[in-house]
């Protein structure tokens, strides 16, 4: 089942901060972030494993909460370069790895 | 550069033609997975291989297959193509038995179906 990202789309202006939710109806191993800017890859930014980890990197940084299935993704006195769509994909365990992914989170900092 | 190769970048074609995308995992790397991404619907995962074994499968369409060499390195068939089946179509790979197990993802085909 595909996760649910919310909103869908935020405006930013440099230096303000943001949070991007994921929420999954089934019970997840891992939630993988990546950031993808338009026309190409999308890019690895963080992975949270279940046990409620919270994950940093830079000014981006991610919870995990194992009992509501969800994560946040929180940017933080964000910049120009952060513009792009966020995607969540989630992992419910197994022998597979495959992912599944949220519809995407589109954010555009503006100066 | 995430290490993961796809050929062709571009691909126009017509429709009820067949075509074959390419990818060559990061070195190292046993598991390969490919997506579809269209405006409307997002990164669907179609089919993974790992070591040259079908591992899971996803939305795939009957007239896509794929499969990987003893190489690693991993096509996507599709056949017959209609309108509908235009998009971005990625390759990832990932470490095996890693349980973190990151997937890195190749720069994409776009695949154009006139």
């Known amino acids: 089942q595909q996760p649910v990202q919310s909103p869908q789309a935020v405006i930013l202006r440099e230096g303000e901060d943001a949070v991007i939710n994921c929420s999954s109806s089934?019970?997840?191993?891992?939630v993988h972030w990546y950031r993808q800017k338009h026309g190409e890859a999308p890019v690895f930014l963080m992975i949270?494993?279940?046990?409620?980890e919270q994950k940093g990197h830079e000014k981006i940084s991610a919870s995990f909460n194992e009992k509501k299935q969800q994560s946040s993704l929180y940017l933080t006195a964000s910049q120009l370069s952060y513009s792009g769509t966020y995607f969540c994909?989630?992992?419910?365990?197994?022998?597979?790895?495959?992912?599944?992914f949220g519809k995407g989170t589109l954010l555009t900092v503006n100066p | 550069d995430s290490g993961v190769t796809q050929t062709p970048k571009h691909l126009i074609t017509a429709t009820g033609q067949r075509v074959t995308l390419r990818c060559s995992p990061r070195?190292?790397?046993?598991?390969v997975y490919w997506y579809q991404q269209s405006l409307d619907q997002g990164l669907q995962f179609l089919i993974q291989?790992?070591?040259?074994?079908?591992?899971a499968k996803g939305n795939i369409l009957e007239r896509f297959s794929a499969q990987q060499f003893p190489d690693l390195h991993s096509e996507l068939n599709l056949s017959s193509l209609e309108l509908g089946d235009s998009a971005l179509y990625f390759c990832?790979?990932?470490?095996?038995?890693?349980?973190?197990?990151?997937?890195?993802f190749g720069a994409g085909t776009r695949l154009s179906v006139l």
């Open positions: 994909g989630t992992r419910s365990g197994g022998s597979n790895y495959k992912l599944t």
């Open positions: 949270l494993l279940k046990g409620g």
């Open positions: 089934k019970a997840l191993y891992s």
């Open positions: 990832a790979s990932s470490a095996s038995g890693v349980a973190k197990n990151i997937q890195y």
């Open positions: 070195s190292g790397d046993l598991s």
């Open positions: 291989y790992y070591n040259g074994e079908e591992r």
